[in-house]
């Protein structure tokens, strides 16, 4: 009877023993099932912040420039931004970025002048050349183009080219380049040329959970235009999360940046950010 009992007491000694293993075994799979996650989130956060990512994805990035103006009005320009990278080879990848305008504008913008404009305006397309692993210095370098696809008074019915360069650093949490181009114009209708220059400096450090800040100014100057008319230099910042809706990895941003240096009459005081960017990650 005493070994029966024994044998009862040691099978539920035993019982327990692979219970609290199993219980053991479920927690340490949900911790690195959590820490994967987490690592997947700053992973994709980086390349969400990375110009050259070869990453698909879909941004609609809302603009809206205040004080325009003698009677403080607004401007606001949706770009949907699709990203398409191919891989030419083990080495080298072709990242391709479309800008497409639609623009929402007040007569005093306009050459005509005949109320408030709505509509496409020119889009433009970049291919950039990257190497597939380019190690602590990430860059990447391309034509780009100027398409006149606006309607009258969004275009400058202009076909241009140029040529577009980024490089970046991912230190740690943080994600610093610069993306610079020129585009000049060489055929179209247009009664003025182009020649325009963009730089857009990015710093951003990424927090736990998928937040990030973010300063990403658009930089601009019109290289036509007199000095008092040239250059638009915006400053500030915004806050930004990458997240999912159901299995749907998103980026969302929000930020704010006031223009230091804007033309006279026309510039706009205040730039407004809104993104959201849909992404497919490999």
Do not use: C
Not at 21 to 30: D, F, H, R, W, Y
Not at 77 to 95: A, G, K, Y
Not at 116 to 126: H, P
Request: aromatic share 12%.
């Amino acid at each position: 009877m005493k070994i029966y009992k024994l044998s009862l007491v040691l099978l539920a000694l035993l019982a327990g023993s692979q219970t609290l293993l199993a219980v053991e075994e479920s927690i340490a799979q949900t911790e690195v099932k959590i820490a994967n996650t987490s690592d997947d989130t700053e992973a994709l956060a980086k390349a969400v912040q990375n110009p050259v990512a070869s990453m698909i994805s879909l941004p609609f990035q809302n603009n809206i420039n205040t004080g325009i103006g003698p009677n403080d009005e607004t401007q606001n320009i949706l770009n949907i931004q699709p990203v398409w990278p191919f891989e030419l080879n083990d080495d080298w990848n072709l990242i391709t970025r479309t800008i497409i305008p639609v623009i929402s504008q007040p007569d005093f913008l306009s050459p005509s002048g005949i109320g408030r404009i709505n509509g496409l305006g020119d889009t433009t397309f970049t291919a950039f050349v990257s190497p597939a692993d380019a190690g602590d210095i990430i860059w990447g370098v391309g034509p780009v183009f100027l398409l006149p696809t606006g309607k009258d008074d969004l275009t400058a019915d202009k076909w241009g080219a140029g040529l577009s360069a980024v490089v970046l650093t991912m230190p740690g949490r943080w994600v610093i380049g610069s993306l610079v181009n020129n585009i000049w114009s060489f055929a179209g209708d247009g009664p003025n040329d182009v020649n325009s220059f963009m730089w857009q400096y990015f710093i951003n450090y990424n927090f736990d959970g998928g937040w990030y800040f973010t300063s990403a100014p658009i930089i601009t100057a019109n290289w036509e235009a007199d000095n008092d008319h040239r250059w638009t230099v915006p400053f500030g910042g915004g806050m930004g999360k990458v997240f999912k809706i159901g299995k749907q990895p998103m980026n969302a941003q929000l930020s704010a940046y006031k223009n230091v240096i804007t033309p006279d009459d026309y510039g706009a005081d205040w730039q407004f950010r809104v993104q959201l960017q849909f992404l497919f990650p490999k």
